[in-house]
């Protein structure tokens, strides 16, 4: 007997191997262990024969495997994925399963029907909740896709309360999708009322093992129900019937390594070829989402009143163009904190960028410090006394004493997280402050401490980056603090202004949700942008108007399907021939189409990455099959040419 195995490494064939002994054992969709190319490797059995086909490399050396980790239907979208951000079959189908090898089932699903009783849950909706909740429940089945915007407060999570002991009442299967680790514990409190035979938590912070036994627990009917991250639309369940996308204007429901693919392109296309219905919920949705809802695409759900308990929220501009000297905590926002903590309140506050200083400078010979290895300055970390950078993660010791001058005037240029937290703790030392940042908060018990001492009144100020800003709904807080929104806006990417007002507008929400007002102060140099001053007034649809009209002058989404092409290399001059040969395959697919446009090739944002040089091409088109063949062409004609890595982006979230 023989084994069509498609190996883990990015090939596009599938090779035959002899399973010898391993006959009488083998299933398909069991993963093996094979020697390709003179080194051992992983693979998964597709097919098995009498007969082998062509690509005979030899004997199986053993099974990984007792039983399938894959099916056809996941197959399926193994292949949609492969095709539609263009990769190997076998990168699209490893992504997929998780890397434990070790399922250790504790129940089994028959057991599990016998003891687990319905769920009632004593929930009082108001009539615009009822109303959006029968419009989903009522769609079960349909394939129907729900935008569900909620102003701050409107109660969403309480509709998703309702569906979930719905469909889980019905036998069926849920999926619950968040952009963040730091959000599980608070949503798996909400979600309490779900057995826990029945409920798993998925996320990168699990061990391997966790991982592929929740996995497996999916595909054995176990599991019904999965609070989790990305990688959770991967799960193989087997009557999925709702899938619930929280937060769904996020970044990190786009992946940033091959295949590069985004929740929002999967869940479309698992709605339309499994009927499941999806919803897609946002305080602040994406602009492509919102103008899709308008459009028809999707059904428009709106809830546009707050919920019980909720208060509105005081909101205060500092102008630090007219504060005086070069402070990082202005009076005014020293005098708030100070009352609130008086009155044991709780104080958020938010900076989007990590480190002490963003970068040191020698004041007598304007030296910078930056990466050997990319085109940025390094970020100076205070408590770790070195210079990072960020992209490659390349560190180096901190020296007060200029390399090139040997002067001792070197000066730290910016702020972040780090320098906040400082100052905080030097003035308010009788309080706890706590930083929740990439660097503070890499133990996989991190966040589930963080909600906790949150929710018990342990910590009294908490200073972080985006992680705080995302849907953490804690009664303390009272006062939220908003440092350099415009931070954000300071970069070339065409999304800076949607992400700098969903900053603005979450990280305000946090405040005022329970009996008593809440306050908001944003501490910037930029008080009249659009992004800013709508996202101060939580006003979405003012923010879209006026978002719209630019993404239609300047051909971007909703309007125009982009692919970015990235040449990487540590040669420019490869990078360059690439490109060159590449936009040349663009030109002759895309000459005389019409509303079509091909970028020159020209360096990226940010020149350099971990020594490899980068050049792009951006692809703008109305036409979305003519993206498949631009890079189903540019990627047969030029992958594999050496010393060039050729990444495909396709619908980019950033063009950095």
């Known amino acids: 007997m023989f084994a069509e195995i498609l190996i883990n490494l990015p090939v596009e064939s599938t090779f035959w191997y002899d399973l010898g002994g391993f006959s009488s054992k083998a299933k398909k969709y069991e993963r093996v262990r094979v020697v390709f190319s003179g080194e051992e490797a992983e693979g998964i059995i597709v097919n098995i024969s009498d007969e082998p086909g062509p690509n005979k490399l030899g004997k199986i050396i053993s099974l990984i495997d007792k039983e399938p980790v894959f099916s056809d239907e996941q197959m399926e979208f193994a292949r949609f994925i492969s095709e539609y951000y263009t990769c190997t079959l076998s990168e699209a189908v490893f992504l997929m399963i998780p890397k434990g090898v070790r399922y250790s089932r504790k129940v089994e699903p028959e057991d599990l029907e016998r003891e687990l009783k319905l769920i009632d849950l004593d929930i009082e909706l108001t009539e615009e909740q009822e109303i959006a909740y029968s419009r989903v429940k009522d769609s079960f089945g349909s394939g129907k896709i729900f935008l569900l915007y909620g102003v701050t407060g409107s109660g969403k999570t309480e509709i998703y309360r309702k569906l979930v002991q719905d469909v889980l009442n019905r036998g069926r299967s849920c999926l619950l999708l968040v952009p963040e680790i730091s959000l599980t514990p608070q949503l798996v409190d909400r979600f309490s009322f779900v057995p826990k035979e029945i409920l798993g938590v998925y996320h990168s912070k699990l061990t391997d093992s966790e991982r592929f036994n929740i996995y497996m627990d999916v595909m054995k009917g176990i599991k019904k129900f999965v609070i989790g991250a990305r990688s959770s639309i991967f799960l193989p369940f087997n009557d999925l019937e709702l899938i619930i996308v929280?937060?769904?204007?996020?970044?990190?429901?786009?992946?940033?390594?091959?295949?590069?693919?985004?929740?929002?392109?999967?869940?479309?296309?698992?709605?339309?070829?499994?009927?499941?219905?999806?919803?897609?919920?946002?305080?602040?949705?994406?602009?492509?989402?919102?103008?899709?809802?308008?459009?028809?695409?999707?059904?428009?759900?709106?809830?546009?009143?707050?919920?019980?308990?909720?208060?509105?929220?005081?909101?205060?501009?500092?102008?630090?163009?007219?504060?005086?000297?070069?402070?990082?905590?202005?009076?005014?926002?020293?005098?708030?904190?100070?009352?609130?903590?008086?009155?044991?309140?709780?104080?958020?506050?938010?900076?989007?960028r990590r480190g002490y200083s963003q970068f040191v400078m020698c004041e007598n010979c304007g030296y910078v410090p930056s990466c050997p290895n990319c085109d940025v300055s390094l970020t100076y970390h205070k408590y770790k006394n070195s210079l990072e950078c960020h992209h490659c993660g390349y560190k180096e010791r901190y020296s007060e004493v200029c390399k090139v001058c040997k002067s001792s005037r070197v000066k730290e240029v910016g702020l972040g997280t780090e320098k906040v937290e400082d100052v905080l703790r030097n003035v308010f030392h009788k309080y706890k402050v706590r930083r929740v940042d990439m660097d503070s908060m890499r133990g996989k018990e991190s966040y589930d401490s963080l909600y906790k001492e949150l929710k018990d009144g342990n910590l009294d100020i908490v200073v972080g980056t985006q992680i705080i800003a995302k849907g953490i709904d804690i009664p303390g807080i009272n006062l939220v603090c908003v440092f350099y929104p415009e931070f954000s806006l300071r970069l070339p990417d065409f999304y800076a202004s949607e992400r700098t007002f969903f900053l603005v507008s979450q990280a305000i929400g946090r405040a005022g949700r329970r009996e008593k007002k809440g306050k908001a102060i944003i501490q910037t140099y930029d008080t009249e942008h659009y992004s800013i001053t709508t996202g101060v007034k939580q006003n979405y649809e003012e923010f879209y108007n006026e978002e719209i009209k630019r993404r239609e002058n300047f051909r971007y989404p909703p309007f125009y399907y982009i692919t970015r092409f990235i040449f990487r290399s540590e040669e420019e001059k490869k990078c360059l021939e690439i490109g060159n040969a590449a936009r040349i395959i663009i030109e002759g697919i895309a000459f005389k189409k019409g509303d079509t446009f091909v970028s020159p090739l020209l360096p990226a944002p940010i020149r350099k990455i971990s020594k490899n040089y980068r050049y792009q091409i951006i692809v703008k088109t109305k036409d979305e099959e003519l993206l498949t063949t631009i890079q189903k062409a540019v990627y047969r004609e030029l992958r594999g040419r050496k010393g060039v890595y050729i990444e495909i982006d396709r619908n980019p979230i950033s063009i950095l």
Not at 260 to 268: G, K, M
């Open 246 to 352: 929280d937060e769904e204007h996020e970044t990190s429901y786009k992946s940033s390594s091959t295949p590069r693919y985004s929740i929002r392109d999967l869940v479309r296309w698992l709605s339309r070829k499994r009927n499941i219905t999806t919803v897609l919920g946002s305080a602040t949705p994406l602009v492509e989402s919102y103008y899709r809802g308008l459009n028809g695409e999707y059904e428009l759900l709106k809830l546009l009143n707050r919920y019980s308990r909720y208060q509105e929220i005081e909101v205060e501009f500092i102008d630090m163009k007219k504060e005086k000297g070069n402070t990082v905590l202005s009076p005014r926002v020293l005098y708030e904190i100070t009352n609130k903590l008086k009155e044991n309140e709780q104080v958020l506050i938010f900076i989007n």
